[in-house]
């Protein structure tokens, strides 16, 4: 009787914990984003500047998707396959991005690529330009989502047996020809979860962007800033609604990756 009575308070506890830290505020987003009715949000969104902001946001947060899918593939691969000085530390710098405040990040951006450093100055020179555009938000969100793909291939890797790709090898096979036959069908499910992973934390990367974007309306302004710029400016229906896409958009990936998750774990 007592051990039904605790299992009874631990999940009581643990299900009101769950309502209190994600259910309650994102219910309150909502609520608040449609409070003025349909079509006062609908104006919200679709407004100009709310609206390229959106865009912009969405097809930069693709293009670093994109980069880390490679990359991060590419790294991973590295990790587990191969044996070099300094790996173990290189394993363990993999998840700074993940321990940074992002803030941080973009003041170490800023510091490297900025005017006043040697390499900012180069490249000023040499006529490229990394801050202040959309090529330095590119460069920020990268930073920050530079663990997910990586962390989510790796363990895939681990399980794959290396003599398998040995012996694809000793019967002729390229090593690109081994990677698409043997090693990408068995990541494939990593680099998808890893990527949408990415992209959602990419959708509301705020405290990197702010400092290195130049945060101009209609060119560099992602929605995170736009959504800190109503806040500002004492408007929260409208910093609300635009919360409630990135918001969805998050929960929609949220429930792909687990579909993918549970498909994967039913063939394996």
């Known amino acids: 009787m007592a051990n039904k009575v605790f299992k009874a308070t631990v999940r009581s506890v643990l299900i009101g914990y769950l309502i209190a830290l994600l259910v309650l505020p994102i219910g309150a987003i909502y609520v608040k984003g449609f409070s003025l009715g349909w079509q006062p ?21 693709i293009l670093s998707t994109i980069i880390q ?51 900012g100055a180069a490249l000023e020179h040499a006529g490229i330009k990394l801050l ?15 663990p997910f793909v990586i962390r989510t291939v790796q363990p895939l890797l681990e399980q ?37 992973l990415a992209f959602s934390r990419a959708l ?3 405290g990197a962007i702010s400092l290195i974007s130049g945060n101009l309306p209609g060119k560099t302004m992602v929605v995170s800033v ?10 929260p229906e409208g910093a609300a609604a635009l919360s409630i896409v990135l918001l ?14 549970r498909e994967r774990r039913q063939l394996t």
């Open 248 to 261: 969805t958009l998050s929960l929609l990936l949220l429930w792909i990756i687990n579909l993918v998750s």
């Open 204 to 206: 509301a990367e705020f």
């Open 132 to 146: 202040y555009n959309q090529t330095a938000i590119v460069i920020g969100l990268v930073f920050v989502t530079f």
């Open 160 to 196: 794959i047996d290396p003599s398998e790709e040995q012996a694809s090898y000793t019967l002729g096979a390229s090593k690109w020809l081994t990677f698409r036959r043997i090693v990408f069908p068995a990541v494939a499910p990593g680099i998808v979860a890893g990527s949408m």
């Open 69 to 119: 899918m490679v990359i991060g593939t590419m790294i991973a691969y590295v990790l587990v396959r191969y044996t070099f000085p300094g790996k173990k530390l290189l394993n363990s710098m993999v998840d700074l991005p993940f321990s940074l405040p992002t803030s941080v990040a973009g003041l170490m951006i800023l510091t490297l690529l900025g005017p006043q450093s040697p390499l």
């Open 41 to 61: 949000f609908w104006e919200e969104v679709t407004g100009p500047l709310a609206w390229k902001s959106v865009v912009l946001t969405i097809k930069l947060s």
């Open 226 to 235: 736009y959504i800190y710029g109503e806040t500002q400016n004492f408007n």
